[in-house]
């Protein structure tokens, strides 16, 4: 049998040697730097629907196509930017 989450459950983890808050709570869940209020949320909805994974994937293909300008802005004859 499993526990209910009527309130908000906080954990704290190290990541890359950083301190993390880690909120878990019925709508979603919270990563925040320890001491700040702003950080990453995720709503269980976008969880389960894929809109996490959709918004993820879309980030990464645009980082990847600054990327790619970027190093055909170095490369360009002559060395001037476009």
Do not use: C, H
Request: glycine share 10%.
């Amino acid at each position: 049998m499993t526990t209910q989450l009527n309130s908000p459950l906080r954990r704290e983890l190290k990541i890359e040697g950083e301190p993390y808050t880690l909120t878990i709570a019925s709508d979603g869940l919270k990563l925040v730097p320890k001491g700040r209020r702003k950080g990453y949320e995720l709503a269980w909805k976008s969880f389960v629907t894929g809109e996490a994974a959709l918004a993820t994937a879309l980030n990464a293909s645009l980082e990847q196509g600054r990327e790619l300008e970027r190093r055909r802005r170095a490369t360009a004859p002559g060395g001037k930017r476009k």
